[in-house]
Structure formats: structure tokens, C-alpha cells
């Protein structure tokens, strides 16, 4: 997109934006430049009569192109216009009115993403006197239109663009026990994710229920469950060894503290400080898979059935720096290392020592017979000056 480009209006919009809501609810999340851009296409709407450059709006509004283009993500984000580019090259913009602030309020994301900008206290205090007490003496639609034809029909309820059944999630969350770990960022997170792959609350919820650490919300695992899927579908296991598809038949096989159980053996027990760094790393978004895999390389490498936290850290830390989310990968990184490894040993090998390379019993004497006679006659005078040190 170049300010030289053109762009249309969409013809024939009725557009009444609420500009108590602009300021109140929108204004802290979409920004000034975001507001001035929207306050802009309203003024000059008209009704799509005129082709327009971009560069008017960069004069207008003192813009560079970056901040245009910024701004228009994030007012098509939270549905206050919508964007199009035409086979012809010409770009549409279609103008939406704002949510009303109950309407707003009532929007289980972008409530969440306000309190994040101006605070709890401030969203509360925007939020309708409540009507708790009071005898409602409205009538009822029916109660006045008495056409039968009239009162059969009903008024569908308001659902924005991107609306999501937070309520029912919520309901779902307290029957089977479940917290979120930070509900201010969880709930925004989620519903990208619910957003990003196509899945209504009900798959969320489910998702969230399987990647959850004691009966805690963790967003982080839920991501990397959808992106294991993902990687999964790309490529299975072909590319390992027979002993590495064993260790991972192994790894998938249950939860790391029974994992972990299994590898100490009936006589070991799983301590406290063992939990601890398990849920830590769950906590930092890793699945159990790969939790089983880290745990199965530590004590192999550490060769002890206690899991030596600095050193599980150590390819933690490694395997998120690699972005590692299936045991897969992580076989084939671990793998990897060993390989690595092995070549520098072979290097290191063939590096000089301070030990004569005759000194190996695999020496290969390639001295000529000339070359030899020169050194038997400098070692010959030598002894001769040595002897005559002697008398």
C-alpha cells in the first residue's frame, strides 16, 4: 500500500457512530491515531462517489504510511471498519458503527483488553447503575402489539464480530474445578487462539481442560498443543531410529510425575523439589511428551535417578530457544547434539600435544635411510663431546 493508491468508500452506509463509546470504551485500546483515522473516514464519507489517494489522509492527519497501516489493523481488530482491495487495485473501506458501551462492556474480549489499558476500577466505574431492587413496570413488545403476527416474531440478540461465549466457558471452568492463572491475559489470549484456529468455546474449553497444570489455566501449553498438532501433520516419525521410536513410545506414554515414577523404579519415590521442577515446566508451556524426554536425557546424562534441576534447566532452555513442541523434535535435536559432540571429540583428537607423536604405538616411521645417517652422525658427535665432559 503506497499513498499514491486509491481507495473507495462503500456505498450507501448509514453510519451513527456513538461517540460517548469512541472515547469511553474504544478510545484506550485503538489509540489516538486510531480514533483520529476513524473520526477521518466518517467526516469524509461520501457514499462512495469519489476515488480518494491515501496520501489526502497522510496530509490530513499528519501520518506516515506506518502509522496508517497500524492504525487500520487495529480498527479492523476490533471491528469498527472493514478493509478490502479490489481485482481492479483499488482499495474499499467499509465503515462500522461502534458497539454501544453496554454492548462493549458485555464483549468478553474487548472488556478484558480495556481493564488491561485503564485498570479494573476505571471499567467498573463505566458500567450502568445496577437495577438490582427495582420493580421494572416496562411492558413487554406483546403487551402493546397485540398482532399476533407481531408478537410471534422476536428481536435476535446483538452478536459482534469475534464474540465469544466467555459465560459458558466460565460455567464449564467452575464444574470441573478449573482457575485461570491470570484472567486480565488469559482471556484475550485464549480467544486469539480460539480465533487463530477456527475453534468455537466449546474446543477451546476442551483444550484448555487437557493442558491445564493443576486444575490451572496455562495459555502458553494450550498454543504449543495446537502447534504440536500441526507439526505432527507436517511429519510423523520416519526420520528416527528404532531406538529413538522406542524412547519416544516410551515418552508419550503418561504424565511426567509417573514417567519419572517408572524410572526410579519401585523402590524410588518422586520428591517434593521433583514435583516442583515438573510443574515449572509445564508452567513454562512444555507438554508432557517433551517433559518426559527432557527428564529421560537428564538422568541418562547425569546418570542418577534424581532429576538435578540446573541441569534439566540447561536443555530447557535449550529446547525453547529451538522452539521444540513435539518429542519428535526433540529427539532429532538431542540427536543432533550427539552428533556435534562426537565431531569435536574426533577433532579434538587430532589436535597437537605436548606427547612425541612417536610416542603412539601406531607411529609410522617414514625417515629415509639419508635422513637417518645424518641423525646417527649428530647423535654420535653428540655423545663424543659428552664423553669428553667426562674427562
Given amino acids: 500500500m503506497r499513498p499514491i493508491e486509491e481507495f473507495v468508500y462503500v456505498g450507501n452506509q448509514v453510519i451513527v457512530p456513538d461517540q460517548a463509546s469512541l472515547m469511553r470504551c474504544y478510545y484506550p485500546i485503538i489509540g489516538g491515531e486510531g480514533y ?81 489499558k485503564i485498570g479494573e476500577p476505571a471499567v467498573d466505574a ?53 482457575v485461570f492463572t491470570d484472567e486480565k491475559t488469559d482471556v484475550p489470549e485464549i480467544y486469539k487462539l ?12 476442551l483444550l484448555s481442560k487437557k493442558t491445564a497444570v493443576n486444575h490451572r489455566i496455562i495459555v502458553k501449553r494450550m498454543q504449543v498443543q495446537l502447534e504440536q498438532a500441526q507439526a505432527q501433520k507436517l511429519g510423523g516419525d520416519s526420520a528416527l531410529t528404532e531406538t529413538e521410536k522406542k524412547i519416544l513410545k516410551a515418552v508419550k506414554s503418561g504424565k511426567p510425575v509417573d514417567y519419572l515414577q517408572s524410572a526410579k523404579g519401585p523402590g524410588g519415590t518422586v520428591t517434593n523439589s521433583e514435583k516442583k521442577i515438573l510443574t ?56 543432533s547434539g550427539y552428533d556435534k559432540k562426537s565431531q569435536r571429540a574426533k577433532d579434538d583428537s587430532k589436535k597437537k600435544t605436548n606427547v612425541p607423536s612417536w610416542s603412539d604405538p601406531d607411529y609410522d616411521n617414514q625417515t629415509s635411510q639419508a635422513d637417518q645417517a645424518k641423525l646417527d652422525e649428530i647423535r654420535r658427535r653428540a655423545l663424543a663431546k659428552l664423553e669428553e665432559g667426562k674427562e
Avoid: C
Avoid at 194 to 205: L, P
Avoid at 280 to 303: C, H, K, P, W
Fill in 36 to 116: 483520529a483515522l476513524y473520526q477521518y473516514f466518517v467526516a469524509f464519507y461520501d457514499n462512495g462517489n469519489h476515488r480518494h489517494k491515501f496520501a489526502t489522509i497522510l496530509n490530513h492527519l499528519n501520518f506516515g504510511m506506518q502509522p496508517l497501516q497500524e492504525s487500520l489493523a487495529v480498527l479492523t481488530a476490533v471491528d469498527l471498519l472493514a478493509f478490502y482491495h479490489s481485482p481492479q487495485g483499488i482499495y474499499v473501506v467499509e465503515l462500522k458503527s461502534p458497539l454501544s458501551i453496554e454492548q462493549f462492556l458485555k464483549h468478553a474480549v474487548y472488556s478484558s483488553l480495556l481493564e488491561q
Fill in 126 to 178: 463505566l458500567k450502568p447503575t445496577s437495577l438490582h431492587g427495582l420493580q421494572d413496570l416496562s411492558k413487554r413488545f406483546s403487551d402493546v402489539f397485540t398482532d399476533e403476527r407481531l408478537a410471534q416474531k422476536s428481536v435476535s440478540e446483538i452478536k459482534p464480530k469475534n464474540s465469544f461465549d466467555l459465560i459458558s466457558f466460565r460455567n464449564r471452568m467452575q464444574a470441573d474445578g478449573l
Fill in 194 to 205: 480460539s480465533e487463530t484456529y477456527d475453534m468455537n468455546w466449546y474446543d477451546t474449553y
Fill in 280 to 335: 515449572d515446566l509445564a508452567q513454562r508451556g512444555f507438554m508432557d511428551e517433551v517433559i518426559n524426554l527432557m527428564v529421560a536425557y537428564s538422568l541418562g546424562r547425569t546418570r542418577s535417578t534424581n532429576v538435578n534441576r540446573e541441569y534439566i534447566s540447561k536443555v530447557a532452555n535449550d529446547f525453547d530457544f529451538k522452539k521444540i513442541v513435539t518429542a519428535e523434535q526433540g529427539l532429532l535435536a538431542l540427536r
